[in-house]
């Protein structure tokens, strides 16, 4: 039996782009048209940023776990969230929450390995960046990581905040972010890229990017199909 995935959403345009993952990859394993069960529960984008920028993970948390419950309630099986940055409440949710969940960053992190990667660049909102999310979890997959510099991470927060996450896709912007990823390539040597805002895979993907990238959204998404359809509990 197919299991009912439950999605904890933050931002519309990355929460959009993991259900349609869903939908639109589903058919390759469950014939056409199919796809699992899935809900989707969205708290406002605007009570999670006040939360962030005070500092409050607790109230990130909170949020995250009332919307947890709420999918619960709706019969899902297991929980993902489409959010990098707000993983960082994640060790205060998982204790807490009436359902499992899958991590973002390990399932990234697993990618990465399976596919020989050694060094990955970290790219993100400045909160993600600063934070231990993937480090904790690339270091634990035996993986090195480089962040951005400060200013570049000032820069794609900005682009991040004020553009993507409001469905504005600037291609000047686009080309700022891209030189970032290639100046990682050159002088940090990295072999790969972590997308690891859910809306950088609306604009940066293996066509344009100067380093293999690793899509968070789209492999959290098949994570989540691949579980679906596991005969296993």
């Known amino acids: 039996?197919?299991?009912?995935?439950?999605?904890?959403?933050?931002?519309?345009?990355?929460?959009?782009?993991?259900?349609?993952?869903?939908?639109?990859?589903?058919?390759a394993l469950l014939g056409p048209h199919a796809h699992p069960?899935?809900?989707?529960?969205?708290?406002?984008l605007a009570d999670y940023v006040a939360c962030l920028e005070r500092g409050d993970l607790e109230g990130v948390a909170?949020?995250?776990?009332?919307?947890?419950?709420?999918?619960?309630?709706?019969?899902?099986?297991?929980?993902?969230?489409?959010?990098?940055?707000i993983h960082a409440?994640?060790?205060?949710v998982?204790?807490?929450?009436?359902?499992?969940?899958?991590?973002i960053a390990e399932v990234v992190a697993e990618e990465?390995?399976?596919?020989?990667?050694?060094?990955?660049?970290?790219?993100?909102?400045?909160?993600l960046v600063d934070s231990d999310v993937y480090p904790e979890k690339l270091s634990r997959a035996g993986l090195d990581f480089r962040r951005p510099r400060n200013d570049e991470r000032d820069q794609i927060d900005r682009i991040i905040m004020d553009e993507l996450v409001q469905g504005v896709f600037d291609a000047g912007s686009t080309?700022?972010?891209?030189?970032?990823?290639?100046?990682?390539?050159?002088?940090?040597?990295?072999?790969a890229v972590v997308l690891g805002c859910t809306e950088l895979p609306l604009v940066i993907d293996?066509?344009?990017?100067?380093?293999?990238?690793?899509?968070?959204?789209?492999?959290?998404?098949r994570a989540a199909l691949q579980k679906a359809v596991d005969p296993h509990p």
């Open 1 to 27: 039996m197919r299991k009912h995935i439950g999605i904890v959403a933050c931002s519309a345009e990355g929460a959009a782009l993991c259900y349609r993952t869903i939908c639109t990859e589903g058919p």
């Open 94 to 103: 998982e204790p807490r929450s009436p359902l499992p969940w899958l991590h």
């Open 89 to 92: 409440a994640f060790e205060l």
């Open 62 to 85: 909170e949020l995250m776990l009332a919307s947890a419950e709420k999918l619960e309630q709706s019969g899902a099986d297991f929980l993902i969230c489409p959010d990098n940055t």
């Open 112 to 127: 990465a390995r399976s596919n020989g990667y050694r060094r990955l660049g970290i790219t993100g909102t400045k909160w």
């Open 206 to 221: 293996a066509s344009n990017s100067p380093l293999p990238v690793l899509d968070s959204t789209r492999l959290l998404a």
């Open 175 to 191: 080309q700022q972010m891209l030189a970032v990823m290639a100046r990682m390539k050159r002088e940090e040597e990295c072999d």
């Open 37 to 44: 069960e899935v809900s989707l529960h969205s708290l406002s």
